[in-house]
């Protein structure tokens, strides 16, 4: 708990500091400071949010450099060659880089060098003279070996939360929805982003929180304000709503989850064999993501044979076990089957089954205990925390199973544990359901639906997304903001493994590949740092480097959401679609198998938008790579690049298409080929 230094002291230990600064001691003849006056301004200016700032509470930010040093911090920028602003004493330093920030941009940010515009410029206008001079002041006392040893950590609140108008709290209870509740949470309680309850909120006031809603941070929160999803105005509002207690939205029975069930071509009256001559397991469904709909698109002929309504913001897309069905699952919870035999593929059947959702998956299990091909489809979601079990031929909803649960590590009860990744076992009637915030791994076996059984696995928080290693035996999941990967042997039902990563693994569902020295192994890059490792996965043959990183090759930097390969190729394919950096959010790398200590070849496949995620076509020779612009902007709406996999050069664009963002190809999604 913070204690609060008595005044008195406070103000006498920096007049103390300051005194012996002899004439480096700040500007002005009063060199002293009251140390609750200076927290206060820090508070007021939303410092405390970015940055560590000795004594000061609540001041624990690890986005902007640490400021415990800050004194000796500018004497050495001064001196430095580096040093690009125009101050000549530390003072000076100080004053300018609060109030004109990018004159000077340091290379001392937690997580790698600051980023221009990442501090905003408006505190000039925000501080008073006498303000700014105290806070000059005391940053130029430090290090304050007095102050050092303030136990600042859990800082008191910092006033009331601001009030909101009907009308403002529910526009931004609906901006949180579409954009922070993925990472957030609902009940904001955290996961892949920090908890935004009232009390790590409220200290860091709106001035704090709005700045890192505008200008996002490097470990992954994006730049809202800067990419102009946000205006100022609703960055304010954002940042006013999340000092308020969050609204608990509602739940979500079956009957109306079966209201919302739409059959819209019985399975009758579907066609027995394919309409069409074209090669529908080289289709491709790719998500329109800000359009609402999937595009069918030829893999041989790049056509777009149909743009296919499915509802807002589609995340994935899976295929049934016979590769007939194209299923998708958006943001809002609904599910969409589409028949890729119509002569014209459309949707056949849709259900709602929860509010906000990211998985689907179907049952694909043949053998001795059944053929359960195409017979089920299962749905994961994040609001209401439940997985919904359909009809894999008709999507009728039949059995909801809630999350809600106890962390495997605290067993305390958690509200809101959400379904992330899904996946079918080749060999068993089973799926493994990933429930992120109790970090428990679910074992589900569909052969009595009605009736399931579930094995629970403890594992790790905030499981996020994964895949198969090559024999598909073991499934590899990333714990993200544990830095970890799960491993899980779905022919044992164990734990595996669990296998310590760089900042925040984000592997898509990874990528398999045979490493020349290592053996087999599977691939993830990170959203926190630009690293792309390498897994070893073959206890049998290869036990000294089995569940370790035995690679681990430097991409461009952070901020990488998706990798790919195929075993016909030569590379494995990485993007850094939320790297903070322009040029970075739309270069990708490829990494040569046969040599995979360091990137092969980087280049930017788009002068605008950000390149998102790869997708191979049936036979591994071509790979495409969306382009993820703007809807607002003609011509600049996003496109798709394929290139030659074994020659990198690009053989077609397929041009305005808005936002795409996954790309699933039948035949790969089938038999998790990656
Ligand atoms: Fe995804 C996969 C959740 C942001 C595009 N995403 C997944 C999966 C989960 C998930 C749980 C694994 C599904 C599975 O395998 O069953 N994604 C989330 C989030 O919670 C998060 C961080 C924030 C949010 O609010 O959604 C998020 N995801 C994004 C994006 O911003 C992306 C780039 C664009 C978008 O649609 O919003 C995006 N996610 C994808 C894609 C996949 C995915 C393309 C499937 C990758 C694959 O190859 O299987």
Redesign the pocket.
């Known amino acids: 708990m913070f204690k609060p230094i008595p005044k008195i002291l406070f103000f006498l230990l920096v007049a103390l500091v300051l005194a012996a600064c002899g004439s480096d001691a700040g500007p002005g003849p009063d060199t002293t400071v009251d140390a609750e006056d200076a927290a206060a301004i820090f508070q007021k200016g939303g410092c405390v949010a970015c940055h560590v700032i000795p004594g000061v509470p609540g001041a624990v930010g690890t986005i902007g450099p640490d400021l415990s040093q800050m004194g000796d911090t500018a004497k050495e920028h001064l001196q430095s060659e580096a040093y690009t602003g125009a101050a000549k004493t530390a003072e000076e330093y100080i004053r300018e880089a609060v109030i004109e920030p990018d004159a000077f941009v340091p290379a001392d940010c937690p997580s790698g060098p600051c980023q221009p515009g990442q501090m905003t410029p408006t505190l000039a206008e925000l501080f008073s003279e006498e303000e700014l001079n105290t806070i000059v002041q005391y940053l130029s006392s430090l290090p304050n070996e007095a102050i050092a040893d303030v136990d600042q950590s859990e800082a008191v609140a910092a006033g009331e939360a601001p009030t909101l108008t009907d009308e403002e709290f529910s526009k931004a209870s609906q901006i949180f929805f579409d ?1 922070c ?3 957030h949470g609902v009940l904001r309680n955290g996961a ?1 982003g920090p908890a935004l309850t009232p009390e790590n909120t409220l200290p860091k006031g709106t001035v704090g929180l709005s700045t890192i809603i505008f200008n996002g941070t490097p470990r992954g929160m994006p730049d809202w304000g800067k990419q102009g999803v946000l205006t100022q105005e609703e960055t304010e509002l954002m940042a006013k709503f999340v000092q308020n207690e969050p609204p608990h939205p509602p739940e979500m029975s079956m009957e109306q989850m079966k209201d919302s069930w739409n059959l819209i071509v019985p399975v009758d009256e579907r066609p027995t064999a394919p309409e069409h001559d074209r090669n529908w397991e080289n289709f491709f469904a790719v ?1 329109l ?1 800000d359009a609402g709909q999937v595009a069918v698109i030829d893999g041989d002929t790049f056509e777009v044979v149909n743009k296919v309504d499915t509802g807002y ?4 897309s899976r295929m049934s076990a016979t590769g007939r069905y194209i299923l998708t699952i958006g ?1 809002d919870g609904k599910a969409v089957m589409i028949d890729t035999w119509m002569e014209v593929p459309d949707k056949v059947a849709e259900a709602k089954v929860c509010y906000d959702a ?4 179907v049952s694909k299990y043949v053998g001795e205990d059944g053929d359960f091909s195409d017979k089920y489809t299962v749905v ?1 979601c ?1 609001w209401p925390p439940h997985f919904v079990i359909l009809d894999g031929q008709t999507l009728e909803p039949f059995k909801v199973v809630s999350t809600r649960s106890y962390t495997y590590d605290t067993e305390e009860y958690h509200p809101e544990p959400r379904v ?4 079918a076992s080749h060999f068993k009637p089973e799926w493994i359901i990933n429930v992120k915030e109790s970090g428990q791994i679910w074992l589900v076996d569909y052969s009595d639906p009605v009736n399931p059984t579930i094995k629970m696995i403890e594992a790790e928080r905030f499981l ?3 895949g198969w290693d090559s024999t598909q035996r073991y499934f590899l999941v990333a714990a993200n903001q544990a830095n970890k990967v799960a491993v899980v042997d779905a022919q044992e039902g164990i734990l595996e493994a669990m296998v310590d990563t760089p900042k925040t693994p984000h592997p ?2 990874g990528a398999n590949w045979n490493d020349p020295e290592f053996g087999p192994v599977w691939s993830t890059s990170h959203l926190g740092e630009g690293a792309l490792i390498a897994i070893g996965t073959d206890p049998v043959n290869h036990p000294e480097s089995a569940w370790k990183v035995v690679r681990d090759i430097p991409l461009l930097g952070g901020g990488g ?2 990798i ?1 390969t195929h075993p016909n190729s030569k590379w494995i394919w990485a993007d850094h ?1 939320l790297n903070s950096d322009e040029t970075i959010q739309r270069s990708i790398c490829v990494i040569d198998k046969e040599n995979p200590t360091e990137t092969h070849k980087c280049w930017e496949a788009a002068d605008y938008g950000r390149a ?2 790869f ?1 191979y076509n049936q036979d591994g020779t071509q790979v495409w790579v969306s382009i ?1 612009g703007n809807a607002d902007q003609p011509g600049k709406t996003g496109e798709i690049v394929i290139y030659d996999d074994a020659t990198l050069e690009e053989v077609a664009r397929i041009p305005d298409l808005v936002t795409p ?2 790309k ?1 190809n039948v035949y790969n999604t089938v038999h998790d080929i ?1």
């Open positions: 954009r509740a993925g990472c892949t998500t993501r913001a589609v995340h994935i943001r990211r998985s689907i998956e994961g994040y992330a990744s899904i996946v996020h997304d994964g898509g569902r959401l998706f790919k679609v998102v995620h997708e993820w963002t996954g699933f990656y």
